[in-house]
Every structure is written in C-alpha cells, then in structure tokens.
C-alpha cells in the first residue's frame, strides 16, 4: 500500500534536524526512502517545538547540534513536500474530543491535528492503543510493512544505521 499523506509524531520529526531516536529497527537510509515515497509529510509546529527542547538539552554538550537543528528547520520549512500544521479552531475541537482519554497535552493535539491526514505514525504506546477515533495510528514496523518494505524492515533490524 502506498501512503500519498503521511502525519508524523515528535519522534519521526526529529531526524530532520540530526537528533538520533529510539526506535527498535529505525534507520535513517530507510526512512528516506519512506520520505521519498509519499507525497507530503506532515507535523505540528508543537513537534518542532519539542525537538528543540531535545535540541538545546543534547546541545549543553554538543554545541553544534543548535546549528544543525536550525539547517534542519531552514530545509523543511522550505520543502514544498512538508505540511507544518499550526493550531487551528479545527484541531481544538478534536483536542477537545481527545483530551478525556488520557492523553498528555502534546498527544493529544498532534492526534487532533493528524485528523487532517487520517493517519498518524507514532511510537506512543498510548496513541497505538486507540481505536475508533478517525485516525488510523502506525509505528515504524506496520509502516514498512503496508508499504511492502518488509525486506527494508529486515534489513533495518539488522543492520541500523
């Protein structure tokens, strides 16, 4: 199956600006290709917010890192292929809906705001669990496998980069 849209969670933004993230079988080689398969990529502005958070804490050792994150925010902001979603009247009300299942606040408006693209990559365990909510919520290994890369997932496994 071939995702034409893809919302991605604070995790799947993160590499975008050279921040590393645990995910079992992640590999930067494969998630360009996903990348490269879709047609847009869409995330929160509250995603870039939070990578900066990450950013600025890696960045108290590693100075560079805070120029980096800011060559990463300068190429997607420029990419015609990147969604950057604001916080609209829209994504309110469905934060609205959202917020009484127990989400954290910054959950529960990416889901709100991934109700746009109808799907929503994600390692929250949380976020997986729900059903029924016109959303349909993926992690990485799923992604590769409706996207008929299980020989990149085998790979990945392997051979993380």
């Known amino acids: ?24 079988g992640f590999s930067r080689t ?13 995330f929160s502005e509250i995603s870039i917010i939070e990578a900066k958070a990450k950013s600025l804490k890696i960045g108290r050792d590693q100075p560079e890192i805070n120029k980096k994150f ?25 934060f609205n809906e959202f917020q009484p299942r127990g989400l954290s606040f910054f959950d529960a408006v990416i889901l709100a705001q ?18 029924d909510i016109g959303v349909k919520t993926i992690n990485w290994d799923a992604l590769l496998r409706e996207m008929g890369m299980g020989d990149k997932l085998a790979f990945s496994k392997n051979f993380c980069d």
């Not at 800011?70 to 469905?94: F, T």
């Not at 994600?122 to 997986?128: A, F, N």
């Open 114 to 131: 991934s109700c746009t693209v109808g799907i929503l990559l994600t390692e929250d365990s949380k976020l997986l669990r729900l059903k």
């Open 30 to 42: 494969v998630y360009k290709e996903v990348i490269k398969s879709v047609d847009r990529i869409h």
């Open 70 to 94: 800011n060559e990463g925010l300068s190429v997607l902001a420029a990419d015609e292929k990147a969604v950057i979603h604001g916080y609209r009247a829209m994504d309110d009300k469905k």
């Open 1 to 24: 199956m071939k995702f034409r849209e893809l919302y991605r969670d604070t995790t799947y933004v993160m590499p975008f600006f050279y921040l590393n993230i645990d995910v079992k």
